[in-house]
């Protein structure tokens, strides 16, 4: 009897071969033929590649949110948090009273990060486009 492997073996095996090649480009026609030797209509395979593409965009949208949360959030926060604690060792070094706009400002930083990459996590790793 010979050996049956699962989709998952199916994956890494043929990952590896792409991986392995001098030229890993994979034409659409090359596609289609690979698909159709292991039993995948060209219907399922289309559907598939669309929820790819799917994938794909909602990946790239919240790449591009990330970078725009570090860029106009985490930067000007930790920069305005660094200004601060200079101001106060510079003014007031007795009385540490930059902890309370940093904290409070951090709050909302973490809440909105912790928000974002949630949200990320969730878009990205689910399956075939299933939430």
Known sequence: MSK??????????????TMMQKDPEISPEQLLEIA???GISAQTLQKAEQSWLERQKVTQKQAKKRRKFIRFN???YLVVSV???????????RDF???YPI????LGVAIEGSC????GKQNINAPFGLK
């Open 97 to 99: 009273w930059s902890i």
């Open 74 to 76: 985490l930067i000007p």
């Open 116 to 119: 974002l990459y949630s949200q």
């Open 83 to 93: 200004f601060l604690v200079l101001l106060n060792l510079a003014t007031t070094p």
């Open 103 to 106: 904290l409070g400002w951090g």
């Open 4 to 17: 049956r492997y699962s989709n998952e073996e199916v994956q890494e095996i043929l990952r590896e071969a």
């Open 36 to 38: 159709s030797e292991v």
